[in-house]
């Protein structure tokens, strides 16, 4: 154990339910509406994708409770496809963290300050991700908790002051096109649930894992009523022709929406709700991709690790794509396939070959 | 010692550090609260005018000393370029502060520039700027917009704020003209079974009376612009709009003057106070033709004329005059409409959302079937009341 930290599962599930909504709800009813239109807001695919993902991060990670995917990716497949695996995956993670924080730069620059080099942005955000990371788990989800109420009382008052603009006819006709386009535009906010699979890396730090059943699916049906609240509020007051043009739509959405006259101009909050949890955010997938190379080189220490990586990550983020729409081609087209095999059959394949091994060894 | 050290360097962070890179002061900006938009030919070439009323909030209320003469609050420029975002930015070869358009609340749009090149190069602009909010009006003006903002406020200090304000608090008591937000105009742009409508502005001559300077023109939103493809394609005339406000439910206060029979004066007024319109689409095999309900409430306003209005019977009898008076209004707007071939109403979209099934077999074919569609029109009114008093006065 590299990091002595503990946390409860509920700690483990708000910071879960931070990475994946904080980026998610500002690029969300985009994506999605780009190919489903009006139909939108039926999200049966991602929420069923999400459970499975889930269910297999879970119980996987509970047949090991103090070890990571990086340890015993080792012991079931043995060293080489093991390690290959364990590669995978934190290679995913310093890949997942550059887009993200490209994506934090790339926002902040075009709608709020233009002026100043993406670069800037960068750099903060890898220091403070850093400095946390340092400091081990427990800093992190107490940050985290500390950032949750503010994004969920942000979040619920843009929210609530749309819901009286809401035109319920631009959900009509329903399902004119059919199911296709519906499952074909939620494919990518299906990957993005599927992020849940930095539980494989968390789950030795969790004081009481066998609550983590019962709260992973809590996780899930959180983040899909936040994105579905998402999306209809989206909708609902911008209409589906003009959110598809959108870039950030929930960021337009807050432009537009305004409380009884009075209070206008709302999204200074849509910064507010939108960096604090990324920071959580970028520091999460820092710490994974941290402490999964640590132990994937039998390192004594993690927090060696963590500046370099961290200076790795900026550089990639900023060679990684050359402009803002090459980034959404990456995150629509290319991760989603990446973080599918990630998350259904590679936990799969060593879940069942883990049954088979035990069986036998019982047997025996 | 070290703590004292740690907390001189984190306060001093927080003093000197605290400056923002891209921060602006309020000293160095231009605030605009309205832009206009233009096409002109200069030298016979085609290029944009984009012309900005900035807000001068130091000249507020000043006046020259001894000459008696006030400066006005505000600021108006234009500047020319080859298309409409460099005309924008070429502003600021004339402007010494930055120009800040996070509050500005209306575009005026020329007709010369929604007629030939069509709106969509405008709307594209201002989505694509972080500064626009979808909030802001969009509003057209025959001939050269530039000339909407010579006219000056009457009550407000600037323009702007008097047009926003007319369009936000007093327009709807007449029901006489339509505005759209640019969030509300650019979805029924992009819709296929929907023609975009949106206001239009006029300015008014004033006459000069008493010895006081008044100013020589006002401004006055009247009627509505109606675009096909992007494309202004004619306008719609005060009574029209009220007729089109009535079609899509936003017609809900205004004065409808009747005249009662044996009289060729409109010597009566219904002053509404509420009206609903439900739109039912009637789709037999091949037929497709609509029916318009529309219910509307409200008192008599005012009798101009020696006619008792007391009695039971004559209420009814002036509801059926009323009725009539809506209809007409109302066939007004879907002639001219079918005229301009242009579904401003949204039938299409109705059609769509009701039989989606039906909608895909006419939607390719809608823009030629609209002009020849069956709309019949109900109008059933209701006189609540005849206000304080019940006859008119007359001499005893």
Same mark, same amino acid.
């Given at each position: 154990?590299?990091?002595?930290?503990?946390?409860?599962?509920?700690?483990?599930?708000?910071?879960?339910?931070?990475?994946?909504?904080?980026?998610?709800?500002?690029?969300?009813?985009?994506v999605?509406?780009?190919e489903?239109g009006?139909?939108?807001?039926?999200?049966?695919?991602?929420?069923?994708?999400?459970?499975?993902?889930?269910?297999?991060?879970?119980?996987?990670?509970l047949?090991?409770?103090?070890?990571?995917?990086?340890?015993?990716?080792?012991?079931?497949?043995?060293?080489?496809?093991?390690?290959?695996?364990?590669?995978?995956?934190?290679?995913?993670?310093?890949?997942?963290n550059?887009?993200?924080?490209?994506?934090?730069s790339?926002?902040?620059?075009?709608?709020?300050?233009?002026?100043?080099?993406?670069?800037?942005?960068?750099?903060?955000?890898?220091?403070?991700?850093?400095?946390?990371?340092?400091?081990?788990?427990?800093?992190?989800?107490?940050?985290?908790?500390?950032?949750?109420?503010?994004?969920?009382?942000?979040?619920?008052?843009?929210?609530?002051?749309?819901?009286?603009?809401?035109?319920?006819?631009?959900?009509?006709p329903?399902l004119?096109?059919?199911?296709?386009?519906?499952?074909?535009?939620?494919?990518?906010p299906?990957?993005?649930?599927?992020?849940?699979?930095?539980?494989?890396?968390?789950?030795?730090?969790?004081?009481?894992?066998?609550?983590?059943?019962?709260?992973?699916?809590?996780?899930?049906?959180?983040?899909?009523?936040?994105?579905?609240?998402?999306?209809?509020?989206?909708?609902?007051?911008?209409?589906?022709?003009?959110?598809?043009?959108?870039?950030?739509?929930?960021?337009?959405?807050?432009?537009?929406?305004?409380?009884?006259?009075?209070?206008?101009?709302?999204?200074?909050?849509?910064?507010?709700?939108?960096?604090?949890?990324?920071?959580?955010?970028?520091?999460?997938?820092?710490?994974?991709?941290?402490?999964?190379?640590?132990?994937f080189?039998?390192?004594?220490?993690?927090k060696?690790?963590?500046?370099?990586?961290?200076?790795?990550?900026?550089?990639?983020?900023?060679?990684?794509?050359?402009?803002?729409?090459e980034?959404?081609?990456?995150?629509?087209?290319?991760?989603?396939?990446?973080?599918?095999?990630?998350?259904?059959?590679?936990?799969?394949l060593?879940?069942?070959?883990?049954?088979?091994?035990?069986?036998?060894?019982?047997?025996? | 010692?070290?703590?004292i050290?740690?907390?001189?360097?984190?306060?001093?962070?927080?003093?000197?550090?605290?400056?923002?890179?891209?921060?602006?002061?309020v000293?160095?900006?231009?605030?605009?609260?309205?832009?206009?938009?233009?096409?002109?030919?200069?030298?016979?070439?085609?290029?944009?005018r984009?012309?900005?009323?900035?807000?001068?909030?130091?000249?507020?209320?000043?006046?020259?000393?001894g000459?008696?003469?006030?400066?006005? %609050?505000?600021?108006? &420029? #234009? *500047?020319?370029? !080859?298309? @409409?975002?460099?005309?924008? =930015?070429?502003?600021?070869?004339?402007? %010494?502060?930055?120009? &800040? #358009? *996070?509050?500005? !609340?209306? @575009?005026?749009?020329?007709? =010369?520039?929604?007629?030939?090149?069509?709106?969509?190069?405008?709307?594209?602009?201002?989505?694509?700027?972080?500064?626009?909010?979808? =909030?802001?009006?969009?509003?057209?003006?025959?001939?050269?917009?530039?000339?909407?903002l010579?006219?000056?406020?009457?009550?407000?200090?600037?323009?702007?704020?008097?047009?926003?304000?007319?369009?936000?608090?007093?327009?709807?008591?007449?029901?006489?003209?339509?505005?759209?937000?640019?969030?509300?105009?650019?979805?029924?742009?992009?819709?296929?079974?929907?023609?975009?409508?949106?206001?239009?502005v006029?300015?008014?001559?004033?006459?000069?009376?008493?010895?006081?300077?008044?100013?020589?023109?006002?401004?006055?939103?009247?009627?509505?612009?109606?675009?096909?493809?992007?494309?202004?394609?004619?306008?719609?005339?005060?009574?029209?709009?009220?007729?089109?406000?009535?079609?899509?439910?936003?017609?809900?206060?205004?004065?409808?003057?009747l005249?009662?029979?044996?009289?060729?004066?409109?010597?009566?007024?219904?002053?509404?106070?509420?009206?609903?319109?439900?739109?039912?689409?009637?789709?037999?095999?091949?037929?497709?033709s609509?029916?318009?309900?529309?219910?509307?409430?409200g008192?008599?306003?005012?009798?101009?004329?020696?006619?008792?209005?007391?009695?039971?019977?004559?209420?009814?009898?002036?509801?059926?005059?009323?009725?009539?008076?809506?209809?007409?209004?109302?066939?007004?707007?879907?002639?001219?409409?079918?005229?301009?071939?242009?579904?401003i109403?949204?039938?299409?979209?109705?059609?769509?959302?009701?039989?989606?099934?039906?909608?895909?077999?006419?939607?390719?074919?809608?823009?030629?079937?609209y002009?020849?569609?069956?709309?019949?029109?109900?109008?059933?009114?209701?006189?609540?009341?005849?206000?304080?008093?019940?006859?008119?006065?007359?001499?005893?």
């Open positions: 154990m590299l990091d002595k930290g503990k946390i409860t599962s509920i700690q483990l599930a708000l910071l879960i339910i931070t990475v994946i909504a904080s980026t998610s709800v500002l690029f969300l009813p985009s999605i509406v780009q489903a009006r139909d939108s807001w039926i999200f049966i695919f991602p929420l069923a994708f999400g459970l499975a993902a889930a269910y297999l991060c879970v119980s996987l990670g047949c090991f409770e103090d070890k990571s995917i990086i340890v015993y990716a080792n012991e079931i497949m043995g060293k080489y496809i093991g390690s290959f695996i364990a590669a995978l995956y934190i290679f995913f993670f310093i890949w997942l550059t887009l993200v924080v490209r994506q934090f790339i926002f902040i620059n075009t709608a709020f300050m233009p002026e100043t080099p993406e670069l800037t942005f960068k750099i903060i955000i890898i220091l403070l991700a850093a400095y946390a990371v340092k400091n081990g788990i427990e800093v992190i989800t107490r940050s985290n908790q500390f950032m949750f109420p503010i994004f969920v009382i942000f979040y619920s008052l843009i929210i609530f002051f749309s819901l009286s603009e809401i035109d319920f006819t631009n959900f009509l329903v004119e096109n059919g199911i296709k386009p519906v499952i074909k535009g939620s494919i990518a299906a990957s993005w649930i599927a992020e849940i699979i930095l539980l494989l890396v968390l789950i030795p730090n969790i004081n009481q894992p066998s609550e983590l059943k019962k709260n992973s699916v809590y996780i899930i049906v959180v983040i899909v009523i936040i994105f579905v609240s998402d999306i209809i509020v989206t909708v609902g007051v911008l209409g589906a022709n003009l959110t598809s043009h959108l870039v950030f739509p929930f960021l337009s959405l807050s432009r537009y929406s305004r409380a009884t006259m009075v209070l206008e101009r709302i999204e200074t909050l849509v910064m507010l709700l939108w960096v604090a949890p990324v920071m959580v955010k970028v520091t999460a997938i820092h710490y994974c991709a941290s402490i999964s190379c640590a132990q080189f039998n390192l004594s220490d993690y060696s690790l963590v500046m370099p990586l961290g200076i790795l990550t900026i550089v990639w983020s900023i060679i990684l794509a050359d402009n803002s729409r980034l959404v081609f990456i995150i629509d087209k290319i991760m989603p396939y990446y973080i599918f095999i990630l998350a259904l059959p590679i936990p799969a060593l879940l069942i070959i883990h049954k088979i091994k035990q069986k036998r060894s019982s047997k025996a | 010692m070290k703590k050290i740690v907390f001189v360097i984190i306060i001093s962070y927080i003093s000197l550090g605290s400056g923002c890179w891209s921060r602006r002061e000293e160095s900006l231009a605030i605009v609260s309205a832009y206009t938009i233009d096409k002109v030919t200069v030298d016979g070439q085609d290029k944009y984009t012309s900005a009323l900035v807000f001068k909030p130091s000249a507020s209320g000043q006046s020259i000393q000459s008696g003469q006030t400066i006005e %609050p505000y600021w108006i &420029f #234009s *500047a020319v370029g !080859d298309n @409409i975002f460099d005309s924008g =930015r070429n502003l600021s070869a004339r402007s %010494p502060r930055f120009m &800040f #358009s *996070a509050h500005s !609340d209306l @575009i005026i749009v020329g007709e =010369r520039l929604a007629r030939e090149d069509g709106i969509n190069k405008v709307i594209d602009l201002i989505l694509r700027h972080k500064d626009f909010r979808l =909030r802001n009006y969009i509003l057209i003006t025959k001939g050269e917009a530039l000339k909407i010579e006219a000056s406020p009457e009550l407000e200090t600037i323009l702007a704020q008097e047009i926003t304000n007319i369009i936000e608090n007093s327009s709807k008591n007449i029901s006489k003209s339509y505005t759209v937000n640019i969030q509300k105009f650019t979805n029924t742009l992009m819709s296929l079974g929907q023609d975009a409508v949106t206001g239009k006029e300015a008014c001559t004033l006459s000069k009376f008493g010895t006081q300077k008044q100013p020589n023109k006002s401004i006055r939103l009247t009627g509505a612009a109606v675009f096909k493809d992007f494309k202004l394609a004619g306008w719609l005339s005060d009574t029209e709009t009220k007729g089109f406000l009535y079609l899509i439910n936003k017609a809900k206060m205004g004065v409808i003057p005249s009662l029979p044996g009289s060729n004066k409109q010597n009566l007024s219904f002053s509404m106070r509420n009206a609903n319109t439900k739109i039912i689409p009637i789709i037999n095999d091949n037929e497709i609509f029916i318009v309900d529309v219910k509307a409430e008192n008599i306003g005012d009798v101009e004329d020696n006619i008792s209005v007391a009695e039971p019977e004559q209420i009814i009898e002036i509801e059926k005059i009323a009725n009539k008076k809506i209809t007409n209004i109302i066939r007004s707007a879907v002639q001219k409409s079918q005229e301009l071939e242009a579904d109403v949204g039938f299409g979209e109705i059609i769509h959302r009701r039989n989606p099934k039906v909608w895909k077999e006419i939607s390719a074919d809608w823009k030629n079937l002009p020849y569609l069956d709309i019949n029109i109900n109008v059933e009114t209701e006189i609540h009341g005849t206000g304080m008093i019940s006859d008119p006065i007359d001499i005893e």
